[in-house]
């Protein structure tokens, strides 16, 4: 099982990125995904996450109404879009799967049974 992010980059404060995560070696249909970072120097946090049919989401409260998560199941695929970007947003955003289907969504990390390499997202002021 594979989780490949994308799409992470460095952008100015105020503007957005788009990230991906294409799955691989399992059909993640049935199976939450979402999204955790860390900052450096700082704990990974959770970010959001996306129920196996989409319907479901769950947001941290510091990306609420900036953030929405959503998923192509067709394609494999799980996407962040990120709008109005701050800098306390800079951190490695790492998609997660979770390890069993059809279940509820979860703010811990050990929740989540598979973790992608991340990729870098760095906002300036």
């Known amino acids: 099982v594979q989780l490949q992010a994308s799409g992470g980059g460095l952008v100015q404060a105020g503007g957005s990125l788009r990230l991906s995560c294409a799955a691989s070696g399992r059909t993640f249909s049935s199976y939450a995904m979402g999204w955790f970072r860390q900052a450096p120097g700082k704990e990974r946090e959770f970010v959001a996450a996306?129920?196996?049919?989409?319907?479901?989401?769950m947001y941290a409260d510091s990306v609420k109404g900036r953030f929405t998560v959503s998923r192509d199941n067709a394609q494999n695929t799980v996407y962040l879009q990120m709008n109005s970007l701050k800098p306390e947003d800079t951190a490695v955003y790492y998609c997660?799967?979770?390890?069993?289907?059809?279940?509820?969504?979860?703010?811990?990390?050990?929740?989540?049974?598979?973790w992608g390499q991340g990729t870098q997202v760095t906002v300036s002021s």
């Open positions: 996306i129920n196996w049919s989409g319907v479901s989401t």
């Open positions: 997660v799967a979770h390890g069993r289907s059809y279940t509820i969504l979860s703010r811990s990390g050990e929740a989540w049974a598979y």
